[in-house]
């Protein structure tokens, strides 16, 4: 009876065991699961407010492209319509030249090309003209105005790259930043002056002259008021788009996937 009873005991203890083994299993899995849940649910959440942080700031350089487009088209200067097609076919040109190092003008000689392709009526020059009507404004500016145009090595581009760079992380303004620069490129051997509005009318004058007699184009009549406020407004487009770009990078995979999806669809 003895052995009867221990044996039973035995038994209960072991079914108890296991019972308490289950039970602290299923809790544990309940507990990872909700973590898990947990997890997913804040990421979610996160995803979903970086993606609307991401389309609120493409929709602000949208904006401000609009107002661009107005301003251009109240100051009689009419601004390309570019269908989706050639909009990507201009954002494919550009990643190849520079991934091929290309630089700024190169971009622009080509931009300009794809541009006249595509049936705009813009200055149809050849590059050899282009350069030669920069290497014409470089020399009135030396000989009139005591700027000094030095050839940059690779390396010194690097540097003032990387100092715009780091300026624009550290917030710092426009003014800042053309200030740094300007210093840096004069440590280098090159001179700029600080020019009044005066000078800056006159140089205007004098290439908007230059221009239309010695290559027949035609330019429209802007004031240097009218000229400021373009060029404000393209910085500031040129600003919302670094930030925009800084704030992909930071993005997640889905995240992006799903931005450009919205771009796609809403891009004119």
């Known amino acids: 009876m003895y ?23 299923t809790l544990l899995i309940g507990t990872i699961g909700a973590t898990t849940a947990s997890a997913v649910g804040i990421t979610g959440f996160r995803d979903r407010t970086k993606f609307r942080e991401l389309v609120n700031k493409w929709n602000e350089i949208q904006t401000e492209k609009q107002e661009l487009s107005d301003m251009l088209e109240g100051y009689g200067i009419e601004r390309p319509e570019l269908t989706l097609r ?3 076919e201009i954002l494919r040109t550009i ?12 971009i622009r000689d080509a931009i300009v090309d794809l541009l006249i392709d595509f049936g705009f009526d813009l200055p149809d020059l ?7 009507i920069r290497e014409k404004i470089k020399k009135m500016l030396e000989d009139e105005y005591g700027f000094v145009f ?24 426009k003014e800042e930043i053309k200030a740094a620069v300007i210093e840096l490129y004069e440590n280098y051997g090159g001179v700029i002056p600080e020019l009044n509005d005066i000078e800056k009318e006159e140089i205007h004058d004098w290439i908007v002259d230059m221009l239309e007699t010695d290559y027949d184009i035609d330019l429209p009549d802007l004031t240097l008021e009218q000229r400021e406020a373009i060029k404000e407004k393209r910085s500031e487009i040129m600003q919302l788009q670094k930030e925009l ?16 999806r919205y771009v796609r669809r809403n891009l004119r």
């Open 3 to 25: 052995h009867s009873r221990r044996l039973l005991g035995g038994i209960m203890n072991n079914k108890i065991k296991k019972i308490t083994t289950l039970l602290m299993i």
């Open 86 to 88: 050639q909009k990507f």
């Open 95 to 106: 990643r190849e030249l520079k991934r091929e190092g290309a630089d700024k003008e190169e």
């Open 126 to 132: 050849t590059k050899e003209q282009r350069v030669e």
């Open 150 to 173: 030095i050839e940059l090595t690779d390396e010194q581009k690097r540097q003032i790259k990387q100092l715009i760079i780091e300026m624009h992380r550290e917030g710092a303004s």
């Open 245 to 260: 770009k800084e704030m992909l990078r930071n993005a997640g995979f889905f995240t992006k996937i799903k931005f450009f």
